[in-house]
């Protein structure tokens, strides 16, 4: 097992990071500018596992994208909204928006195509997107457990009409429904009832949809959601620059936050498409100094002997953020409490739990609800060799602890390739205070 032995931060932080572009609008567009009419050329995209699967499954259903790696650019020929392929077996690895936006996909077209993926993957719940496409005239043939991988979706088109959907696990099965609507035979009317989670990737997926001509009714109150598309409506190429990735943009903010350093990230301002971005507001009810622009959000952490003060707060708009938080509370005065994430135990491993059994390693008293956590942070924050549990986040919230605790240890770092490859290089050279660009 591969192992990083965190290096603390010898200065004060002071530095100016440009990130990766953003997962989920890389993903969306991908999927968008491959329904549209036209070309696209995709600017500044994030190259990591999740969207180079998301690449491939693309091409197993007939849709061709050209990758430029060097210039971070995708050419996507778009179908039309017609699926080329008749048959395809997709394998989607751990990535939640391949396996739901490709059955979506898939549902448009006509045969049958397979979806899978890793073992964690078929722990991860489709049903309540499986019955919304068996509303709308798709097959659903489940190979295993119902409501999870491995699945075949047997495809003639949809057909539209009303839909209704329970309080969803993810909000990328509503994002799922919503980019495939236009090319219905009929207007969809989508109904979310109960609990809806992560509303800002909702409206992400909305305003992208909106930049390629789409246009969506969509209404959230206390009751649920609902969204009207219309038809005929059809995706236009567009050439599209992609946001830096404003989840991975926390780790960074956060190093400012414990360390009394300052961090600021360009290319995310105050008009970012992306809920994550609003992660500073956080870090200012926790005594940080917020500075706000369009081109750039910076976060200055509080000079010793100042601290961070713990916060109760609700985080099911920003579930991406849990992890980030939850070791940014090891550093404050007082417990810190993290409200309404339930959705967090399906993600790529169960978060709640994890992040319980890894902070207590280094001392924390960590009560674990069934929708959140309450952190008291120890008087004395211990070394530990934290275990990823093969999560991404999990991987880089703790290097975040590691600059200020020293003989800090994670295991299996590789695993933030799924999202952000070159993490430690960009966060080692922020600890050194250089400058560094996309």
Not at 54 to 67: H, Q, V, W, Y
Not at 86 to 97: K, M, P, R, Y
Not at 238 to 244: D, Q, R, S, V, W
Request: with cysteine.
């Amino acid at each position: 097992m591969s192992r990083y032995l965190c290096q603390p931060a010898t200065a004060v932080i002071n530095a100016v990071v440009s990130l990766p572009g953003s997962k989920s609008i890389t993903n969306r567009a991908l999927v968008i500018a491959g329904l549209a009419d036209g070309t696209s050329v995709l600017r500044d995209i994030l190259i990591a596992d999740d969207t180079r699967l998301m690449i491939d499954a693309l091409a197993n259903l007939g849709i061709r994208i050209t990758l430029d790696g060097h210039r971070l650019l995708a050419e996507v020929s778009g179908v039309g909204g017609r699926v080329g392929a008749d048959e395809a077996d997709v394998f989607c690895g751990n990535a939640g928006t391949v396996m739901r936006f490709g059955m979506a996909i898939a549902a448009l077209g006509v045969g049958d195509f397979r979806f899978d993926g890793v073992d964690r993957m078929r722990k991860r719940p489709i049903g309540a997107l499986a019955r919304a496409l068996q509303a709308l005239g798709a097959g659903i043939e489940y190979q295993s457990d119902d409501g999870l991988p491995p699945l075949v979706v047997h495809a003639s088109g949809l057909h539209g009409g009303h839909v209704s959907i329970d309080s969803p696990e993810s909000s990328q099965m509503i994002s799922a429904l919503l980019m495939v609507a236009p090319y219905a035979a009929g207007d969809l009317f989508l109904e979310v009832t109960g609990a809806v989670p992560s509303v800002p990737y909702l409206k992400l997926t909305t305003a992208i949809m909106q930049k390629f001509g789409v246009a969506v009714v969509e209404q959230y109150d206390d009751s649920g959601a609902k969204f009207i598309v219309e038809t005929p409506q059809r995706y236009q190429a567009t050439n599209l620059a992609i946001e830096p990735d404003a989840s991975n943009a926390t780790y960074f903010w956060a190093a400012a936050a414990v360390t009394g350093g300052r961090v600021t990230v360009t290319g995310i301002g105050t008009d970012s498409l992306q809920g994550d971005a609003r992660f500073v507001d956080v870090l200012e009810r926790m005594g940080c100094r917020v500075e706000r622009s369009v081109e750039s959000l910076t976060v200055v952490g509080p000079a010793h002997p100042k601290r961070l003060a713990g916060i109760d707060v609700d985080l099911n708009a920003m579930p991406d953020t849990v992890q980030t938080l939850a070791v940014v509370a090891l550093f404050a005065d007082g417990p810190t409490t993290i409200r309404n994430v339930a959705n967090l135990r399906v993600k790529e491993t169960d978060r709640l739990t994890a992040l319980r059994r890894e902070l207590s390693k280094m001392g924390a008293a960590v009560e674990e609800f069934p929708d959140g956590l309450r952190i008291t942070p120890p008087p004395t924050i211990h070394p530990a060799a934290i275990d990823t549990h093969g999560d991404h986040r999990m991987t880089m919230s703790f290097a975040v602890a590691g600059l200020k605790v020293p003989g800090l240890v994670i295991n299996n770092p590789e695993c933030c390739a799924k999202t952000f490859p070159d993490f430690f290089e960009r966060f080692e050279t922020m600890r050194s205070n250089d400058v560094f660009t996309r």
